[in-house]
């Protein structure tokens, strides 16, 4: 049998891309198929405008932080179309990069909608062309939730990116990475920011002392936090919006974004009625290798809901080519994934919270620090940073790393080198200190906590 091409990627986000460029670096012909821009979530709609963005917002409280170190501050304006326009040009320039990284690689980049026809069929602008694999990298969607005048009233992320006007105020509706993210970029452009969510703490999942640091960080901030509430229905008037909580509280805001969780881009697509297995959240289930459970259809990143982060997706996406056209026989780890959420202040962390831990191991010891980092003490800001290691007593290896305070993300890149090393407590013992440095406390925690 002989197909059109070796690989059709469906998808020319971070995973399809890199997969597409690996794949047609061994030898192999390959298309990748794309209805949006190049570049994807992380590039277009999702991690990068977001940290531009977030970057913008911080000069809020940096300026706050300069008084106290004797500059001047004037009025503080803010341009909100101009820096809009700057990260739109921005995307523009990256989006470039990827088109000519898929052309250098030899990869055929074909603008419009895929549907899977057959387990080596697709049908994209009314043309059927034949793989001897697909790779599915759609990536995922914002998620509403059926509540009253979500769907007519809620903007989520996609939009929040790009709004004409920047809003006085806003409700957010959830307390995971983006709802967190975003809460920080609203807040430190000046908005009224709530932040409403149903658990009692933001960030269910991660670690629970983080989990209060972070809620009293963002009260200290200026953000209202809502939690144990819901939205029970959203209404709208020209440019009022009335949202109305669980516990019968109204509140009257210029924008309201739903950042309730995101589901697999797989409506429509075809494969179910190929026969690839998928879960109950429409995502594509696969096996360690990337493959599905139609032998030449294989799937790779947040379509398959697994942990959804970009470079978890690249390294699938470039384990599968390395596998299939390398003869290179290696999966992706998806032990101890470090992850950052670019909060204001960010919080980062890598391996188990503490909780996870004490069920996992016979016995933990946890090192903690909080403390106020050397800039606050001028600059009056009251803010706490927070660190903790988790130790697994009887091998000493540090099993979880947290943090919230400034560069926590950068940070953690380099402790997560260690713990992905097995390093013990022993070894952060022995690491000397940079001074005066807020990560220096990670190997200076003498005494753990009783
Ligand atoms: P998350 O899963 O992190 O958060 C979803 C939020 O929605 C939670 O607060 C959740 O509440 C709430 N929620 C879900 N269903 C309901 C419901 N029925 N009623 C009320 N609240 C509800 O999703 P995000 O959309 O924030 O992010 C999606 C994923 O994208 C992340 O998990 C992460 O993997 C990735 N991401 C990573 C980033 C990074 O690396 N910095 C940045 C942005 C996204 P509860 O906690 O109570 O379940």
Known sequence: MTYDYDLIV???????????????????????????????????????????????????????D????????????????????????ELVRLEGIYRSLLKNAGAELIEGFATVTGTNHIIVNDQELTAERILIAVGAAPQLLDTPGMAEHAITSNEALDLETFPEEIVIYGS?????????????????????????????GFDSDIRSEIATALEGRGVILHPEKT??????????????????????????????????????????????AMGGRGEVIVDENACTSVTSIYAVGDVTDRINLTPVAIAEGHAFADKIYGGINRIASHD??????????????IGLNEHEARAKYAGITVFESRFRAMKNTISGRAEKSYMKLVVETASDRVVGVHMMGSDSGEIMQGIAIAVKM?????DFD????????????FVTMRSPRL
């Open 10 to 64: 469906i998808g020319a986000g971070s995973g399809g891309v890199r997969a597409a460029r690996i794949s047609a670096g061994y030898g192999a012909k390959v298309a990748v198929i794309e209805g949006d821009r190049p570049g994807g979530t992380c590039v277009i709609r999702g991690c990068v405008p977001k940290k531009l963005l977030m970057y913008g917002a911080a000069f809020s409280a940096d300026a706050e």
């Open 66 to 89: 300069a008084r106290r170190f004797g500059w001047i501050v004037g009025v503080k304006e803010h341009n909100w179309s101009n820096l809009i326009a700057a990260k739109n040009s």
């Open 176 to 204: 995971g990475y983006i709802a967190l993210e975003f809460a920080g970029i609203f807040n430190g452009f000046g908005a009224k920011t709530h932040l409403v969510y149903r658990s009692d703490l933001p960030l269910r």
């Open 231 to 276: 939205i029970s229905a959203i209404e709208g008037n020209g440019d009022k919006k009335h949202i109305s909580l669980s516990d019968g509280t109204v509140i009257t805001a210029s924008q309201v974004m739903a950042a309730t969780g995101r589901s697999p881009n797989t409506a429509g697509l075809g494969l179910a009625e190929t026969g690839v």
């Open 336 to 349: 101890n994934v470090a992850s950052a959420v670019f909060s204001q202040p960010p919080i980062a962390c």
């Open 422 to 426: 097995g390093a013990t407590k022993a």
């Open 430 to 441: 022995a690491t000397i200190g940079i001074h005066p440095t807020a990560a220096e406390e």
